[in-house]
């Protein structure tokens, strides 16, 4: 250990020979010293001493000197050295940016990002949510060398290996939206893409392709050669998790075969001690061991027990909801061991997800049974929406089953499922069948196998079904016409309303943009620092403070997008140019609902003031008077969701009270 006097002294030194650099090296390098012997104000003070650089004076300033630790403010300077201009720097917010202007006057750093330029940090802002961007990172060679991108682009397993190392180990689940948020692969690709990179990967030795899309890819430094070491190591593994991804790989690779009969017996010992802990404490891993165990022909614990635990308390459905696809039908097949099993399953189908379903139906569809089952879920009022999805979806594998239902009752299950708001895995199979009635070979295949009188009553149907997608109803509708042209003279005939433009007054702009201000420049500064607060507890895996911070950061940018781009879309208006021909943004009206009556004033998107009788044009109440005119009658809905018929009294100007509250 250096003598801190003599550092002291050669500090001392360095200061009057005017040498930043050399200070800063000297104090970095032996801070443990000087953190016992100056204060943090002194080394800031004897760094000041080294220069007249404005901009260094400023960092100096602007690092919280004397009231952080010493460490920590030496590493907040040394962040900020790091932007110089021109140089690249990462945000979790913005991705890679552009240092464009150091600003010593006002203590900010302005970065161009590619989706926001000019945008600016404070020193504080910068340290938290800003790092370097190192020379290897993928969105460094995306912007250095686009060809050398493009060609990675085209070895999937390669670019994916790329962008783990550039961002980290993650789950497949979080590299998708990584892939997606950085314009990588868009979302609509990401299967195709993944399919490619995951048979790249899995013959590579380096690489480590979890099993639950929930845990992470892993790259190793070099490859296992299940020697003795390995043995030894695997026999004092204690997590469950572990130990059936270490069983797995060596029956991968083919070890497992030529295994002496103490190894197998050390294997079977860690498998039995993996299900033991995964009892009561994760169905789906133990059904995951189950498999395993029953396959390598490990009798301990007993297939039957096994068993018995999964059928116990349905503990089954939750596992088959939580296996990747591969597990779920090997889970199946374990439990089916007779027909009282099978018809258990057969009566969990509601309950089950769509994989477990699709197994279900797969595995005994040959069976009467299976089909008998089937058929009468189907015929049901309200069929469940996994196997509505499944057979509509493949109706050519169901269409000789005599037991079910006819297509134009699938069919009307099938629109149910895609009307309104649905949440879980019903949401799932809602948006499958939104995509099947997007498509027109799936919607002729549908009227080939219908009759003529069926055709029109499905035609009909879907027709009357106004919670879908306004947009994508009207084209459905009009893609049936295309395949059946009779069907046009059925269409019916909605007017369309008037279209306003998207204003909102100056006061509530005003409050939207702060709002949108303090959101990048104070929350999600404040969430970065969550974060890394949240990295001290220790492994990220199973850090709770850390996801949660992590989940609000995903919860930020969302907000963030979609704020930003409400502002740009939503334009300030002062309403001057509104009539009283009809309802719009910009009237007061006075509606008569029996013998009583009510006054409101309907102004922009954002505007809503309960107190002043002002509601936003994006209300309920408001989009029913839009185009209005006085006598004509509309609905109006009541707080318990009902609605009464009321008519337009009177459409008045705005009153100068409202004016002013306009302008805020």
């Known amino acids: 250990m250096a003598d801190t006097e003599a550092l002291v002294a050669e500090l001392n030194t360095i200061t009057e020979a005017g040498d930043f650099e050399r200070a800063f090296k000297l104090i ?7 953190s016992k012997k100056l204060q943090s104000s002194g080394v800031k003070d004897a760094l000041k001493k080294t220069t007249n650089d404005r901009l260094l004076l400023s960092f100096l300033d602007g690092v919280n000197f004397g009231a952080e630790p010493l460490d920590k403010s030496l590493m907040a300077l040394e962040k900020l050295l790091s932007f110089q201009l021109g140089s690249l720097v990462l945000s979790s917010a913005w991705g890679l940016g552009t240092v464009k202007k150091l600003d010593y006057f006002y203590k900010r750093i302005t970065v161009d990002f590619k989706v926001k330029k000019g945008h600016q940090f404070t020193y504080a802002a910068a340290i938290d949510m800003l790092e370097s961007a190192p020379e290897g990172h993928i969105l460094v060679l995306r912007q250095s060398d686009p060809n050398a991108f493009e060609e990675l682009m085209k070895k999937p397993g390669e670019f994916v290996k790329a962008v783990i190392k550039s961002f980290g180990e993650m789950p497949i689940v979080r590299l998708e939206d990584v892939c997606a948020a950085n314009g990588f692969v868009k979302s609509v690709n990401w299967k195709k893409f993944w399919d490619a990179a995951r048979t790249e990967l899995r013959k590579d030795k380096l690489v480590e392709i979890p099993v639950k899309r929930t845990d992470p890819i892993r790259l190793k430094a070099s490859v296992e050669d299940y020697g003795d070491s390995w043995l030894t190591a695997f026999s004092h593994e204690t997590d469950p998790k572990l130990i059936l991804a270490g069983v797995r790989e060596y029956v991968d690779q083919g070890k497992f075969k030529v295994a002496d009969a103490d190894t197998k017996e050390k294997i079977g010992d860690r498998l039995a001690f993996a299900v033991t802990a995964a009892r009561n404490v994760d169905d789906a891993l133990y ?16 297939a039957e027990e096994m068993r018995a635990y999964l059928w116990e308390r349905k503990r089954y459905i939750k596992a088959a909801t939580l296996l990747p696809s591969r597990n779920v039908g090997e889970m199946i097949a374990f439990l089916a061991t007779d027909d009282a099993a099978k018809e258990k399953l057969y009566k969990a189908i509601p309950e089950f997800c769509y994989t477990a379903v699709s197994e279900v139906v797969g595995q005994f569809g040959g069976e009467e049974a299976c089909r008998k089952a089937v058929g009468e879920l189907m015929k049901a009022p309200k069929a469940p929406a ?9 109706y050519s594998s169901f269409k000789t089953w005599t037991e079910l239902p006819p297509l134009i009752t699938l069919l009307t299950h099938a629109i149910a499922l895609g009307e309104g708001r649905q949440g879980g895995e019903t949401l799932k199979m809602q948006n499958l069948v939104r995509r099947l009635f997007g498509t027109t070979q799936w919607l002729a295949e549908m009227f080939g196998a219908l009759p003529k009188n069926d055709q029109a009553l499905f035609f009909e149907r879907f027709q009357a079904s106004i919670a879908w997608d ?22 019916v005939k909605i007017e369309k309303k008037k279209e306003y433009a998207r204003i909102t007054s100056p006061r509530s702009y005003a409050a939207k943009k702060a709002e949108y201000l303090k959101l990048i420049n104070e929350e999600m500064p404040e969430n970065i620092r969550k974060i890394e607060f949240a990295k001290g507890f220790g492994d990220l895996s199973e850090n709770a403070e850390y996801q ?30 509104a009539t009283t021909d009809e309802v719009m943004p910009g009237v007061t009206v006075v509606v008569s609902a029996g013998a009583e009556e009510k006054t409101y004033t309907i102004l922009g998107e954002w505007d809503n003031d309960l107190e002043q009788g002002i509601l936003s044009s994006k209300t309920r109440v408001a989009q029913n008077l839009m185009g209005k005119k006085v006598g004509e009658s509309f609905e109006l809905p009541s707080a318990d969701g009902s609605a009464t018929l009321a008519t337009v009294k009177e459409i008045l100007p705005l009153t100068d009270a409202i004016r002013e509250w306009i302008k805020g």
């Open 28 to 34: 970095r390098e032996n801070k443990a010293e000087f």
């Open 287 to 302: 059904a995951r061991l189950a498999i395993q165990v029953v396959s390598l022909g490990y009798a301990n614990p007993g």
């Open 386 to 394: 996994t196997l509505t999805t499944l057979i509509v979806g493949k």
């Open 470 to 491: 306004p947009a994508t109803h009207h084209t459905t509708v009009i893609r049936m016409t295309h395949i059946v042209p009779e069907l046009e003279s059925r269409i």
């Open 548 to 577: 949660y911070a992590k989940d609000e950061q995903r919860a930020l940018m969302q907000k963030q997008t979609l704020m930003q781009a409400d502002l740009e879309a939503v334009k300030e208006g002062d309403f001057s140019d």
